[in-house]
């Protein structure tokens, strides 16, 4: 009897097995029915597209060799990615997922426990987020390159921390989401990406102008995230 030959799709899956990586998801996902589905492709659609996805850009970037799965903290990074991945409503979360794995193991990220952060974070932040979170960062950032220009020509002594964007320069650069700008900037702080600026300043007619900054985890975000800063 002819062996029937695989597709690329079924191919991919069951690679899983022989990876370090597989190794990880049978390890982690013992007592996960959920988990457990998703690995022997009982499951379709979205969840089976999103683990391709996730083995496929895995494999690309060589993270198979780069893994120590006897590392207990790289092992868990790795289970929860995979979890988070599968759950993920767009092919470019996966991808992000996979980028900030590549760069916690290449030591960029400074912690896994940062990997960690940033997983969560790129799985729960919507493209119009993303948007405002990056033009924020732009903004923020183009003050402080001019303020460092400012200094070196002389013309700055000292230079003041006030590289911070209102509202009104964030609406300007994203013009589409000028009624809905209190929202995602308001999101954007409850997610910790962006903060307020502790004493606000007043505008010609006495009212107050609330400025943001890019927070720390913000600032990895945008470094370690290309959809973000494609956006």
């Known amino acids: 009897m002819k062996k029937e030959s695989l597709t690329p799709t079924e191919s991919r899956i069951l690679s899983i097995a022989s990876s370090k990586v597989g190794k990880i998801i049978k390890l982690f996902g ?7 589905t998703v690995y022997t492709g009982i499951v379709g659609g979205i969840e ?11 494999s690309e970037k060589y993270l198979d060799e780069k893994i120590d799965e006897k590392n207990k903290q790289q092992a868990e990074l790795v289970a929860h990615a995979v979890l988070k991945s599968i759950r993920c409503a767009h092919d470019k979360q996966v991808k992000e997922i ?7 193991f290449d030591g960029k990220i400074e912690t896994y426990a940062d990997a960690d952060d940033l997983i969560n974070i790129i799985t729960e932040l919507s493209t119009n987020e993303a948007v405002v979170l990056k033009n924020i ?6 003050k402080k390159e001019n303020q460092e220009r400012r200094k070196k020509s002389g ?4 230079i003041v921390n006030d590289a911070y964007a209102d509202v009104a320069e964030i ?46 985890v913000g600032d990895m975000l945008i470094k370690f995230s290309s959809s973000v800063v494609d956006n």
């Open 137 to 142: 960062y732009d903004i923020v950032y183009s």
């Open 98 to 104: 996979i980028n900030i794995l590549a760069n916690a």
């Open 30 to 36: 013992e007592g996960t029915p959920y988990l457990n």
């Open 48 to 58: 089976k597209k999103n683990l391709i996805i996730f083995m496929q850009d895995w």
């Open 155 to 158: 013309e700055l002594t000292i």
């Open 171 to 216: 609406t300007a650069e994203v013009k589409c989401l000028k009624n809905r700008m209190s929202f995602y900037v308001g999101r954007l702080v409850g997610k910790g990406l962006i903060v307020e600026k502790g004493n606000q300043t007043i505008d010609d007619i006495g009212s107050e102008i609330t400025k943001y900054t890019v927070t720390q």
